[in-house]
């Protein structure tokens, strides 16, 4: 969880291949589109963020089913595994949306989420759809 980047949209990179390639570069694992399926869209919103345009973001989120390499640390990233119940002590040191939609998704769910975030980076107000 949390691996994540820029899709190169002017190499003409679609989403999942940016994800494949993302998670070679971060983490050492090799994946195919069969082995990925997306649960959910998100819209991050920062009105009150100096530059919005800098803050606001797109994300999409994706389950990896079957890879091959066992995950490697990088610059990017310290890969963790956490038990099902164990994951809100990991999320405690995420953005605080993660709580809204993340036990949802790892149940199965497909979401579409809004949030809204305030001054202090916290969740101002949300919405969430279950697709």
Known sequence: ?????KVETEKG???E??????????ISVITTLQNITKVAKIDYLFPYAEKPEYWNQQVHV?????WMNKPKESEEILP???NFNDIPSGV???WSDYN???PSILKGDALR??????????????????L
């Open 1 to 5: 969880m949390g691996i994540g980047g």
């Open 113 to 130: 989420c809004y949030f809204l975030f305030n001054k202090e980076l916290e969740v101002e107000d949300y919405k969430i759809e279950k």
């Open 17 to 26: 291949q940016g994800l494949i390639r993302e998670v070679q570069e971060e």
């Open 100 to 102: 809204y939609w993340l």
């Open 80 to 82: 963790r595994w956490f």
């Open 13 to 15: 990179e679609t989403i």
């Open 62 to 66: 994706f389950l990896l089913t079957k």
């Open 92 to 94: 405690d040191k995420m």
